[in-house]
C-alpha cells in the first residue's frame, strides 16, 4: 500500500538554530513530492515541491527540502528558525499513475519553535 | 492572491441529517477535490472532480455522500445522513491542471455530528 510517514508528531527547535521535518515515503514509481503548512484554524498552505531535477528545492519562508531517491525522503529544512514557523507541517505525495491527482499525506508534524 | 473559499466555517447538525458542505474554487482551476482531517489524525482524499464527473473517489466516499458543480463556482459535498464518525475538517482544494500542479486548500469546514 501506498504511504507516507513522518516519524516525528513533534519537532521542538530553539530560535535562530536550524530545523529538519523528516518525511519518508513508500510509492512506486517517481511520484510529486509537497510539503505543506497549516497554522491554527487555517487551510494548508502550499510551501514547496519537487517535480523533477535539482534534489534541493527552494520554497516560501525560506524552507527548502531535499529529495533523496534512494532513501525515499524528503526531508524540510530551513537554515535557521524563526518563532513565527510553529505551525503543523505536512507531507504530501501524489503517485505518478495516470489519472491519480490525489494526494497521499502523511500524519504531521507539529514544530515548536522556542524562543 | 485567489483563495479556495469554503462555507459554513462550522456546522453542527444531528445524525441522519442532511448536510451540504460549500467550497469555491479558485476561479481558473479545472481539478476540484474534497478531502477530510478527522480530530488527531492525518488528512484523508475522499473524491476527486475534473469535467463534471468524479474522476476518483475513495473508499470513504461511499453512497452516502456525493459532490456536484451546479454553476460555473461552487463545488459541493453532499452528506446524505450523517454519522458520528463523519464529524471532521473537510477540505476543499483546486488545481490548474494535472502533472505537477499544487494543489490549493481552503479554510476547512468543522462538521459536528451529534
Known amino acids: 500500500a501506498q504511504s507516507v510517514a513522518q516519524p516525528e508528531d513533534q519537532v521542538n527547535v530553539a530560535e535562530g538554530n536550524p530545523l529538519t521535518v523528516k518525511c519518508t515515503y513508500s510509492?512506486?514509481?517517481?511520484?510529486?513530492l509537497f510539503w505543506y503548512v497549516q497554522y491554527p484554524n487555517r487551510g494548508l498552505q502550499f510551501l514547496l515541491k519537487y517535480i523533477t531535477g535539482d534534489n534541493l528545492v527552494k520554497g516560501s519562508y525560506g524552507f527548502e527540502a531535499e529529495f533523496n531517491k534512494s532513501q525515499t525522503s524528503f526531508h524540510l529544512k530551513k537554515p535557521s528558525a524563526l518563532v513565527s514557523d510553529s505551525a503543523l507541517y505536512f507531507c504530501?505525495?501524489?503517485?505518478?499513475?495516470?489519472?491519480?491527482?490525489?494526494?497521499?499525506f502523511g500524519t504531521g508534524t507539529r514544530l515548536k519553535v522556542l524562543a | 492572491e485567489p483563495e479556495v473559499t469554503q462555507t459554513p466555517s462550522h456546522q453542527v447538525t444531528q445524525m441522519g441529517q442532511e448536510v451540504i458542505l460549500r467550497c469555491v474554487p479558485i476561479?481558473?482551476?479545472?481539478?476540484f477535490y474534497w478531502y477530510r482531517q478527522i480530530l488527531g489524525q492525518k488528512v484523508e482524499f475522499l473524491v476527486s472532480f475534473y469535467n463534471n464527473e468524479i474522476s476518483e473517489k475513495s473508499e470513504i466516499f461511499d453512497d452516502q455522500f456525493s459532490v456536484e458543480r451546479p454553476d460555473g463556482s461552487n463545488f459541493t459535498l453532499k452528506i446524505r445522513s450523517t454519522k458520528l464518525e463523519d464529524s471532521a475538517m473537510y477540505f476543499c482544494?483546486?488545481?490548474?491542471?494535472?502533472?505537477?500542479?499544487?494543489?490549493?486548500f481552503g479554510p476547512g469546514t468543522r462538521l459536528t455530528v451529534t
Open positions: 504530501a505525495v501524489r503517485p505518478p499513475a495516470s489519472g491519480t491527482y490525489k494526494y497521499i
Open positions: 476561479s481558473n482551476h479545472l481539478y
Open positions: 482544494a483546486s488545481t490548474l491542471g494535472a502533472g505537477g500542479y499544487e494543489q490549493y
Open positions: 510509492v512506486s514509481g517517481n511520484p510529486y
